[in-house]
């Protein structure tokens, strides 16, 4: 069979989606870190609908740790599908945005010069929460970092987003190629916030002068980010082939979901994303909130308590009576209360209709999937939340079981005895607080409530909250996910 190009075009099926304009007309304005298959089936979503009217906007897209998907990409002129599925069909649409691509760690000069083109005016990442090699519980870079410390004894030759963030921007300086807006799209708390902090931080150790002159001639909106997009699977890969009729060996999956919402807040020329359905506006947080806690903090609820219960897929642990009623009350009882809706956004209908995309069959997005780096994510997906209510002396009841389960599944065993293979930068130890308790819950409880690079100082020493969780995470290994589930609901 042969391959998608852009020669293939022309001659696939009609009701395929594809590029209207002429990629050879496309300049690169766009670099982009971190090529997977979030930023394929999003912000190059949008980017590639803008292509149609403003051809400045093509996007060089860099993979940080493997040429796999730079090489796929190079053999196809670019060109991918994103599969649309929902319980009503499947559609799919071919995108040009991305027309070159890079592996960072193959030419690491090559990206720094790039990153200073004159053509370029904005950077996006999707890295996702530990590319950022910061301190989760709070927000600060982690000098300790080893790609930190790389980069900080070798700028010109960096491993990190932050490095690399910071390289391209001395060498505008150096070359006057002008201002750069540098957008992240990853699930941090005040994204952008978050980034300019570390991106200051890193130059500051650098070059003062240069902290001084990225403080006025960088952008660094916050932005709030949200599709479901599970792992490609060799399933589809083989089901593009069939439905265009030529082989697409980096196809992305996605829910026909598809929102953006981006801050106001640039220095130098971007691209016309409102046109593409992005809303533009003055303050992110209220979006950023609500989706950090309902969406993902649901999300990781299901994926830990749902893979210990049995469930291999998100659709599956949100049909589970059981899980979904902890998770709707989760929202209801205990997120909803912390937030500020967004304008026009009723809660309550946001969370009813997030039940309805995590059920949706024709999407298998694993809870192991989900599961990986939770270090990293449970800062903003649900510690937040608890601290809040912590603050205001309510109760946690359903968050303090939603840590439990990662605790619990962060162990590395379910509950066959089987073993876990864990992802997550703290893995090594997990595995040691596991190994010094000799697997007794409680103090393997204790040991992960000690980490204060995932609890921060405050929760660590918090008695309330350790006492929740710890009786939570005994409750989870004595009895099971599913009898300790029904006891917490009232239904055992």
């Known amino acids: 069979m042969a391959n998608l190009c852009a020669a293939a075009l022309p001659d696939l099926p009609s009701a395929v989606g594809r590029p209207a304009y002429d990629l050879r007309a496309v300049g690169i304005g766009i670099v982009h870190l971190g090529l997977g298959a979030f930023h394929r089936a999003h912000q190059a979503v949008f980017t590639d609908s803008v292509l149609a009217t403003d051809r400045r906007w093509g996007i060089l897209g860099v993979s940080m740790k493997t040429p796999r998907a730079t090489a796929a990409l190079a053999a196809q002129d670019g060109l991918y599908s994103v599969i649309e599925r929902s319980q009503e069909g499947v559609s799919l649409r071919v995108i040009g945005a991305v027309r070159e691509t890079l592996f960072a760690a193959g030419d690491p000069a090559a990206l720094v010069r790039r990153l200073a083109d004159p053509a370029v005016h904005v950077v996006t990442l999707t890295v996702t929460e530990k590319g950022y ?17 790389h980069d900080l004894a070798h700028p010109d030759a960096p491993r990190s987003a932050v490095g690399f963030i910071v390289a391209g921007l001395a060498a505008r300086r150096a070359s006057g190629a002008g201002p750069l807006n540098v957008v992240c799209c990853d699930n941090l708390p005040h994204n952008g916030r978050t980034l300019e902090g570390l991106t200051r931080a890193f130059a500051q150790h650098r070059d003062p002068a240069l902290a001084v002159w990225i403080d006025a001639n960088a952008a660094f909106p916050c932005t709030m980010v949200d599709r479901i997009v599970p792992a490609t699977t060799e399933a589809d890969v083989a089901e593009a082939a069939r439905r265009l009729g030529v082989a697409d060996q980096a196809p992305v999956v996605a829910e026909p979901y598809n929102s953006w919402v981006i801050e106001d807040r640039f220095v130098a020329p971007r691209p016309a994303w409102e046109q593409a359905g992005a809303q533009m506006t003055a303050d992110v947080q209220p979006f950023e909130t609500m989706k ?169 020493a918090h008695y309330a909250f350790r006492e929740a969780v710890r009786a939570n995470v005994i409750a989870l290994v004595r009895d099971g996910a599913r009898a300790t589930l029904a006891r917490h609901l009232g239904v055992a």
């Not at 090699?133 to 410390?149: E, M, Q, Y």
């Not at 209801?332 to 309805?356: C, F, H, K, N, W």
Request: proline share 8%.
């Open 133 to 149: 090699c910061h301190d989760p519980a709070s927000g600060a870079l982690d000098f300790a970092h080893p790609d930190i410390v």
């Open 292 to 460: 950090l806690r309902m969406l993902n903090g649901s999300h990781s609820t299901m994926a830990y308590l749902g893979y210990l219960m049995g469930h291999a897929y998100i659709w599956q642990a949100s049909a589970d009576p059981l899980l979904a009623d902890l998770v709707e009350r989760q929202m209801a009882e205990e997120i909803a209360p912390t937030l500020v809706a967004p304008p026009g956004v009723d809660l309550s209908a946001y969370g009813r209709q997030l039940m309805e995309r995590f059920r949706n069959p024709a999407l298998p997005h694993r809870t192991y999937q989900i599961a990986m780096d939770g270090s990293q994510k449970l800062p903003q997906r649900l510690l937040g939340t608890a601290r809040e209510r912590l603050a205001a002396g309510l109760p946690i009841r359903h968050l303090a079981l939603a840590v439990a389960g990662w605790i619990r599944y962060a162990s590395g065993t379910d509950e066959r005895g089987a073993p876990i293979d864990v992802q997550d930068p703290l893995a090594a130890a997990f595995r040691q607080i596991v190994r010094d308790a000799n697997a007794d819950p409680g103090p393997v409880a204790d040991g992960f409530l000690d980490l204060a690079s995932v609890f921060g100082a405050d929760l660590v």
